[in-house]
Structures are given as structure tokens and as C-alpha cells.
């Protein structure tokens, strides 16, 4: 809902309100965000402006009162008293940077203002509501709008910005931020969420001060190194409780987040695109869009901060025919086989993966042109048939007759020079004259800024679709962007934007042409994980790292700021490539079940009792997908760094994952609180069952088994790999609130014997326990 009220406008969801103000001289006037309030009038509200401040500016002249600089806005611009961080940066047509925005008019209208270009969140829902606040500069005939969207039911405002030019001059637009608020107060965290290859969206935080911190990328895309969503968080706000804001924006291209504490401790916080290297020229009536701005808040903690987001995310980002739909158990050829693999190796995986239980198989990297290793081939998508005789059909068709639907892997925005588009086009590469230009991972960026770029990639794409049932497309996307030029665009301040208004198009025209096909996003793993991509991609490759202790913190990142709907996560062979380390394939499954189940490994180098293992796995994860895939999210607030849980509840089902990193010799006792479960209903609870391999014992075997086996022996290298040793499992009847106020789980092993009574955790252990609500039990 949304009301006006002069001079008040407020903005309502289920549970928040944004109170903002047109304040007598034309600027708007950032007031409240929070909790629902009741007042209709908001004056307590309202920065009190009594005393003259030394050396500010007055707005108006004869006020020595009022200065921009010591308000809280919604918008500014430069010239007019306001020092702090600017949102917009216009060279005017007389040749200044000067601006002076003020309010015109206003409209509220139904549902959301679309976008001409960029993607932004959808809706049916008739509760969605938009606020069109036009502003004009006082001396020019330009004006600036600010649109808010409010999204009722997920608790979200976004919030974007459109500048129309109605001089005769060319006006040049050198910074124009998405959002921007004004807030009253500053003793805030900043929390981030950043990383590069293998290690994407840590967790950062960090105590905000006087100053500026910038949270931004230049890489061409959103960037595996920040992710542009972040969160303020007041310093006593943990994950259950306290006050926190949270920002994201729906691009993927550089972005560019500011925070800056300055006088009198005013916070100012702006998003959008990255003014680094951007420069747009706006001719007479023409007009420039930016990317749109996510807000929402909490005062119940980071948890709810982040269910608002997800639910924002899979009812409004999503796309569609994706939405709340089931996400598929995939397994993903790449770790199996890299580039070495022919008909038989594939057909070979298909079966068995066919026999675990597995609906998608992906053929990644490696099947088209010369592509036999990462130095050629990019960008000749037609079939090697020295690898795969009967062609594309020939394994997709066997696929499908295995009863699983069949993906296939593009990186279709590079080139290598090795390649015959290469040899043909050079001038589709992104390069300058005169300079070499660098590569990465041994290929160039195609040129999406070129329409016959972004044609080419489109027929291409196309033509495979039409010719082969792809079901499922894995959209990569290796390298950051260098040697920046495009002659596509008349200034080169444009190129960065333009690359991404061009991927834009192409994913339009393929997911337009072709709804039913799933895209599953890539960036080298997690490198453009952002809400622009989600609108096209419903899932996102999260990280090139699959070892389960590493995804812990990068899953839990990203669980902050996106819903386990997106986060595509695997299962791998231990050691693990990138760490060596040896993890239990318990473990793995349990950190990726709580994102979209997958497998990426030979399946001939898994034992027998592995095999069984992976088969109970993926049954378990279809049996309770929806929980995993759409349940409400919750992190727990850690005592140490060694150990962590998730939950996701859904209806009458609540699931907890408990990891550890590194066991401890008498570790102390475990309590289990879950979180949120029905204080007055009775639940069954369960742990699921495990095993621990016989061969992580090694020489201590005769602890667990009563004969004495030489560890190096056939006998042993023969009983591991079928037998394992069993998990104590546990299950036991309990109320809501007594699992709500913690239950105490059986000992460890602690080297004083094996019985089916211990928990087998040791270093890398976890455990899944699975709480459901007792029909009929209501409790008095
Ligand atoms: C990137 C992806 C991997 C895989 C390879 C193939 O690194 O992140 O998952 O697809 O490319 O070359």
C-alpha cells in the first residue's frame, strides 16, 4: 500500500513501513524505515534544524537554518550545499556539475513500472503498489524520477531511478545511483560478502566509522570479490535478534555500494552501477533507466532479514515458469571427466547415474569444435564428432531413454583465438587497436555491444536447441573483462553498461524463444551471482569449490542475501581437488542438500557401498526436496568457528544440519536448540542414518570390529568397500518446545570404544536430524 498524505508519503508491507517527506523546498526527506507504525503524523520524526551550523551552506537564503548537508534524503546532487558521497554526477548544459532537483509531482500507480531494458522483479500480485516521484531541476527542463515499489507480502521497497533530458543540449551522466537514503543514525555494522575464485561470498564485518567504505566491482560483471548485496546491521544484531537493512541490486554488471558516516553521524548508504570507467551522453528526449534497487528490513535479526529476501527472490525474481517448481538432482560430467571423454565414458556415467536416482545429466565442457582442452574452441558450437560419433542426439537421446532429462554446458560470451569464429571474426573479440590484448583462462570476450555478436550467439545457441532436446543449459562465463572498447558504442563510458544491457538482450531472446529450458548461471563458479542473472537463471552455479568444509562458508554467505532454490551445490570425490582434504560422503551431502542437490564425480572410482550410500542420498533429498529447496532458512549463531547448523522448515517439516570442522578430544556436550518449531504440537524426530568408512579407523579398526585385520591387507581393502561402520541414529518423540529449548544428542566418539550408541563424527562430520509434527498432538 502506499499513501499520501501531504507532505508525507507512506509505503506499507505486511510488516514495514518507509515514511519519507516533501519538505517545503522541493527536496524529499527520508523520515522512517521500520516496524509498522500507526501515526498519521510524523513530525517527531523530522530532523530538527534550530541552530545555525557554522560553516554549512544555506539552502535557501535568508535560512540560515536549513542545509542540505544535515538533512536525511532520499536523493542529491552536487552544488547546493550537500558535501557528503553524491548519488548523481550530470554534466548540465551549462557545462557544470551543478544540479538542484526538486519535487514536480507525483503518481501512485498499480503493480510495477517496467523496465525498458534491464530485468527487474515481476508480479501478478494486485498488492504491489509504485510511487513515481517526478522531481525537476530548477534551472533546466531535465527531470529525475524516483520509483519505489513496494512488495507486500515479501517485506521488500525497491527502488530506481529514471532521468529524462527535454533540453536541446546533450547533458553527459557520469554517476547516477539507483537508491540512496539518508539514515538519522550510525552505529551500524557493515556486513559483506566477498571472496575471488574457490572462496566466493565470505562473510565480512566491520564496524562502520566516519568515513567511506566502498563495496564494488570492476571486473566487468557483479564479481566473485564483493557481492553487491550487503547488509547494515546494528552492532548488537545477531542472527535472531536486533535490527538490520539489507541491499541488493538486480544488475551484473560493476556495481557500486557506498556507506558513509559524516556529520553529526548521518549515515548515507547508495547502490547502483559502478561510476568507474562510465560515462553516458543522454541527447535531447532521450532517457536513462538504472538497474533496480532491493531494500528490506528487519528487527528480529539476520535470519528474517534473509527469508524476506528469499521469499522476495523465489516469488518475484525467479523466472515464472520456475517459480516454486522442482529444482532437478543433477549429475554434471565436468569433475568426472574435464575434456577427456567420448559416447561410451558418457553413456557409461548415464547408466549408473540412472541407477542412483539422478533426473539431470549435464554434459559440460568439451563437446564442440576443438575443444579438447581450455587453450581452443570457444565459440564454434558444432559438434565433435571424434568424440561423439552419433553426435549431440546420440547421447541426449540415450539420456532421455534413461528416463533423465538432458543438460548441456555454452560459455557463449568468449572466444578463443584459437578457434574459427576467431579466424573468421576477429573483430567480434573485445580488443584495441595497437594493443595486445590479455587474455584469461587462454580466451577473449566477445563483443556483446555488437549486435551481430549477440545474433551470432543467439543463432548458435539456437540451432543447437532446435536440432538436440536440451532441457537444461549451464550459461559460463570465465573470465573478467579487459582491453575495454567496443566501436558499438559512441562512448567508450558506455562499454561496461552496454556489455551487460547486450547479455541482457540475448538471454531474453533465448529464454523467450525457449521458456521450458532451465539455465543454470556460471561465472567460474560463483562470479556473477546476482539478482540480475536470477531473472533469467533460476539456479546459479555457486563455486568451483565442492569441498563441503569450504562450502559451508560460502553457501552460508550467500544464504544471507539468496534462497537454497538458487544455489546449485555438489557432491565430489574426496580428496577434494582444490583442498586434498578427505571428507565422508555424509558430509558432503549434507551441506549440499541444503542447496540443489548434485554430483559431480566418476562414478567408477565410487565403491559399491558408496553407491548404495549416494542411492539412500538422493532419495532422501527427493523425499523431502521442497523442505530443502523453498523451506524458511535459518542460521544459527555459533559459539566457535568449528561448528555449524542450518535449518529449513517448511509446513510441518524441520530439517537441521549440524557440522563440524575439526573434532576435539573430550569435546564438550551438544545441545541442540531448533528453531521456531510449534511450542504446542508434539514432533518425531529422527537423526538419518550413516555410515563411517572402516578405513578412516585404519590401524585403530580393532576398536570397532572384533577380529584383527591387517590395514594394508586385501581383506580389509576388500571389507571397506562393502561395509561400513553404522552411525548411532536417533529417535525420539518430543514437544515444540522442548526442541525449540534444546536437546541433548548422544556422545561423540572419544577413542574409548565403538558402540552404536556414538555419534561417529570426527574431523569434517555432520549430521542431518529431521523433526516432523505428530498429526492430531495438539498440546494443552
Ligand atoms: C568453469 C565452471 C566449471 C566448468 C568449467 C568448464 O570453470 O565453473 O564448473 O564448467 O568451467 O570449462
Not at 127 to 151: A, G, P, Q, T
Not at 339 to 363: D, I, M, P, R, T
Not at 543 to 555: A, H
Not at 567 to 573: D, F, L, P
Request: proline share 3%; glycine share 6%; with cysteine.
Amino acid at each position: 500500500m502506499i499513501t499520501f498524505n501531504s507532505p508525507y508519503f507512506k509505503l506499507e508491507t505486511k510488516d514495514l513501513n518507509y515514511v519519507i517527506e516533501v519538505l517545503a523546498t522541493g527536496q524529499i526527506e527520508h523520515l522512517y524505515l521500520g516496524k509498522k507504525l500507526n501515526d498519521t503524523n510524523y513530525d517527531a520524526l523530522k530532523t530538527k534544524l534550530n541552530a545555525s551550523a557554522g560553516s554549512t551552506i544555506d539552502y535557501v537564503s535568508g535560512d540560515d537554518k536549513t542545509s542540505l548537508d544535515l538533512l536525511t534524503l532520499e536523493y542529491s546532487g552536487i552544488g547546493k550545499g550537500d558535501y557528503r558521497l553524491t548519488p548523481l554526477e550530470v554534466k548540465m548544459p551549462d557545462g557544470s556539475y551543478v544540479t538542484d532537483f526538486v519535487y514536480e509531482s507525483h503518481e501512485i500507480k498499480d503493480g510495477i513500472i517496467e523496465n525498458k531494458e534491464l530485468p527487474q522483479a515481476k508480479t501478478n500480485d494486485k498488492k504491489v503498489k509504485s510511487l513515481v516521484i517526478k522531481m525537476k531541476d530548477r534551472k533546466f527542463n531535465i527531470e529525475l524520477d524516483l520509483i519505489y515499489s513496494v512488495f507486500f507480502d515479501s517485506n521488500v521497497f525497491t527502488r530506481k531511478v529514471i532521468i529524462h533530458n527535454n533540453e536541446k543540449q546533450e547533458l553527459n551522466i557520469r554517476k547516477i545511483m539507483s537508491m540512496m537514503i539518508d539514515l538519522s543514525e550510525s552505529d551500524y555494522n557493515l556486513i559483506t560478502f566477498d571472496g575471488g575464485w574457490i572462496k566466493e561470498t565470505h562473510k565480512h564485518i566491520r564496524p562502520l566509522t566516519y568515513g567511506t567504505y566502498i563495496n564494488d566491482s570492476t571486473t566487468g560483471n557483479s564479481s566473485n570479490r564483493h557481492n553487491p548485496g550487503i547488509i547494515l546491521a546494528k552492532k548488537t544484531t545477531h542472527e535472531d535478534y536486533g535490527v538490520c537493512i539489507g541491499i541488493n541490486l538486480v544488475y551484473s554488471g560493476n556495481h557500486y555500494e557506498a556507506v558513509q558516516i559524516s556529520n553529526h553521524g548521518l549515515l548515507r548508504v547508495m547502490t547502483g552501477i559502478n561510476p568507474h570507467c562510465f560515462e553516458w551522453p543522454l541527447k535531447k528526449g532521450e532517457s536513462f533507466e538504472t538497474p533496480e534497487a532491493v531494500l528490506t528490513y528487519s528487527d528480529q535479526g539476520l535470519n528474517k532479514l534473509s527469508q524476506s529476501f528469499h521469499d522476495f527472490i523465489n516469488h518475484h525474481i525467479t523466472p515464472r515458469q520456475f517459480q516454486e517448481t522442482k529444482r532437478l538432482v543433477a549429475l554434471n560430467s565436468w569433475e568426472a571427466f574435464f575434456f577427456k571423454y567420448n559416447h561410451k565414458k558418457l553413456k557409461g556415467l548415464a547408466n549408473q547415474a540412472s541407477h542412483l536416482g539422478v533426473e539431470l545429466f549435464v554434459l559440460d565442457d568439451g563437446w564442440f569444435g576443438t575443444r579438447n582442452d581450455d587453450t581452443q574452441g570457444l565459440g564454434d558450437y558444432d559438434v565433435n564428432y571424434k568424440k561423439l560419433p552419433k553426435g549431440l542426439n546420440g547421447i541426449a537421446d540415450y539420456v532421455h531413454k534413461l528416463g533423465m532429462k538432458f543438460g548441456l554446458w555454452f560459455e557463449p560470451e568468449m572466444v578463443n583465438p584459437e578457434s574459427k569464429l576467431f579466424r573468421s571474426h576477429p573483430e567480434y573479440a573485445i580488443q584495441i587497436e595497437g594493443r595486445i590484448p590479455s587474455v584469461g583462462r587462454n580466451q577473449l570476450v566477445l563483443d556483446l555491444c555488437n549486435h551481430k555478436v549477440r545474433d551470432y550467439i543467439v543463432e548458435q545457441i539456437s540451432l543447437i536447441l532446435e536440432t538436440t532436446e536440451i532441457d537444461y543449459i549451464k550459461w559460463d562465463m570465465n573470465r573478467h573483462i579487459a582491453d575495454m572498447y567496443s566501436s558499438y558504442v559512441e562512448d567508450q563510458g558506455m562499454f561496461f553498461h552496454s556489455y551487460i544491457l547486450g547479455l541482457y538482450d540475448i538471454l531474453n531472446r533465448i529464454t523467450t524463444k525457449y521458456p521450458q529450458v532451465i539455465i543454470e548461471s556460471c561465472s567460474s563458479g560463483g562470479n556473477r551471482y546476482d539478482l540480475g542473472m536470477l531473472t533469467y537463471s533460476p539456479q546459479i552455479w555457486a563455486s568451483d569449490n565442492t569441498d563441503p568444509i569450504e562450502r559451508l562458508k560460502i553457501q552460508q554467505g550467500l544464504s544471507y542475501l539468496y534462497p537454497q532454490s538458487t544455489i546449485s551445490a555438489h557432491v565430489s570425490m574426496a580428496p577434494h581437488t582444490q583442498t586434498l582434504r578427505k571428507t565422508p560422503l555424509s558430509t558432503r551431502f549434507n551441506v549440499a542438500s541444503f542447496g540443489i542437490l548434485g554430483y559431480e564425480l566418476d562414478l567408477k572410482f565410487v565403491t559399491p557401498i558408496e553407491k548404495k550410500e549416494i542411492k539412500k542420498q538422493i532419495e532422501l533429498y527427493k523425499a523431502y526436496r521442497h523442505v530443502f529447496q523453498y523451506g524458511k532458512f535459518y542460521r544459527f549463531n555459533s559459539a566457535d568457528s568449528n561448528h555449524q547448523k542450518w535449518q529449513v522448515s517448511h509446513d510441518d517439516i524441520h530439517i537441521l544440519g549440524n557440522y563440524q570442522s575439526l573434532s576435539h578430544s573430550s569435546p564438550d556436550f551438544e545441545v541442540i536448540h531448533m528453531k521456531e518449531l510449534d511450542e504446542n504440537t508434539n514432533y518425531q524426530i529422527h537423526s538419518v542414518q550413516q555410515t563411517m568408512s572402516i578405513k578412516r579407523f585404519g590401524h585403530l579398526i580393532s576398536y570397532a570390529l572384533p577380529i584383527k585385520l591387517n590395514v594394508d591387507g586385501m581383506l580389509m581393502k576388500y571389507i571397506s568397500r562393502h561395509k561400513q561402520l553404522d552411525n548411532a541414529t536417533e529417535s525420539f518423540e518430543a514437544s515444540g518446545r522442548l526442541l525449540n529449548a534444546g536437546f541433548k544428542p548422544k556422545q561423540q566418539f572419544m577413542g574409548t570404544g565403538y558402540s552404536d550408541q556414538v555419534r561417529l563424527l570426527g574431523d569434517y562430520g555432520s549430521q542431518i536430524y529431521i523433526a516432523e509434527k505428530k498429526k492430531n498432538e495438539v498440546l494443552s
